[in-house]
């Protein structure tokens, strides 16, 4: 996480932050996410029959590599002096790439594509993030995030 000033902010347009630790995903991981969106598919949570698909075993869901940004975040952003909140605001943009297979670590690359005041202390950042599968090629996805910070 880096801190800057309101003064700093055109600076930080482009920013590339270093990519974010790597994070095994695992099959516990992959089974409690079925269970909390209800989406049982059986390349998800069945490994036995996911060998037999061309992914060669169990895979996570697209929204869970998805919802790790939260985790991500931690490392990569750009956060305002005086922040004391955030708020997810949504996407522009999200494209899955690549599917994670199960025990595949990943990690987020991210870039600070704008950062703009909607309303006095309130700043929309959009963000670009790349997941990135290791030893792959392909990313898992690509996203464009939106969020406020809400800076005293």
């Given at each position: 996480?880096?801190e ?10 482009g920013?590339?932050?270093?990519p974010?630790e ?5 099959q ?15 390349i ?5 029959r ?5 992914f060669?075993s169990?895979i ?7 919802s790790l940004?939260?985790?991500f975040?931690?490392?990569?952003s750009?956060i305002i ?6 708020i997810n605001?949504?996407?522009d943009k999200v494209?899955?790439l ?10 987020a ?5 704008g950062?703009e005041e909607?309303?006095?202390g309130q ?5 670009e993030?790349t ?6 090629d392909?990313?898992?996805?690509i996203a464009?995030w939106l969020?406020v910070?809400?800076v005293?």
């Amino acid at each position: 996480m880096k801190e800057i000033t309101k003064d700093d902010i055109q600076q930080y347009i482009g920013y590339e932050a270093e990519p974010t630790e790597w994070l095994q995903v695992t099959q516990e991981q992959i089974n409690q996410f079925a269970d909390c969106t209800l989406d049982h598919q059986f390349i998800h949570v069945d490994p036995e029959r996911a060998k037999d698909t061309p992914f060669g075993s169990t895979i996570a869901h697209g929204f869970l590599s998805l919802s790790l940004l939260s985790h991500f975040s931690e490392q990569y952003s750009v956060i305002i002096k005086g922040f004391y909140m955030g708020i997810n605001y949504g996407f522009d943009k999200v494209r899955f790439l690549a599917p994670v297979n199960v025990d595949s670590r990943i990690r987020a690359h991210a870039k600070v594509l704008g950062i703009e005041e909607t309303k006095p202390g309130q700043y929309r950042v959009k963000t670009e993030v790349t997941v990135e599968i290791e030893g792959k090629d392909k990313p898992a996805l690509i996203a464009e995030w939106l969020s406020v910070q809400m800076v005293a």
